[in-house]
């Protein structure tokens, strides 16, 4: 079992920068693919941004590609998400992910989810 504690969120205005992170529990950390997704009220959560095992692959949603930047601390056992030049419709909930098999940077199939944390970018 994984436990995932997001920190970070908080109000910026548009054209602002905030930090997400993303405490893991758990001796494996290093081995798990991690992600972020997003969710507004009333749709789907998004992905957002994802990193494999060992930081080697890297993926991002077209819309925050060139803005945002997920990293990780595997000595931290924690995952970063920097997000800059922010816009009004980066305004959600952004939720950290885990997945047991850290290969690639993956879209979808997250087995463990952090409460997540608010984002709100006021224009």
């Known amino acids: 079992q994984v436990q995932l504690v997001e920190s970070g969120g908080g109000l910026v205005q548009a054209g602002g920068s905030l930090r997400l992170s993303c405490a893991a529990s758990?001796?494996?950390?290093?081995?798990?693919?991690m992600g972020w997704f997003r969710q507004v009220p009333g749709k789907e959560r998004e992905f957002v941004a994802a990193?494999?095992?060992?930081?080697?692959?890297?993926d991002y949603a077209d819309s925050v590609k060139g803005r945002f930047t997920i990293s990780r601390d595997d000595a931290k056992n924690t995952v970063y998400l920097q997000m800059s030049s922010l816009k009004a419709e980066d305004t959600a909930v952004y939720y950290c992910?885990?997945?047991?098999?850290?290969?690639?940077?993956?879209?979808?199939?997250?087995?463990?989810w952090g409460q997540g944390t608010q984002v709100t970018v006021s224009s």
């Open positions: 758990g001796r494996t950390f290093s081995t798990y693919a």
């Open positions: 992910a885990a997945l047991h098999s850290g290969t690639y940077a993956y879209r979808s199939g997250y087995h463990y």
């Open positions: 990193v494999s095992g060992g930081a080697r692959y890297t």
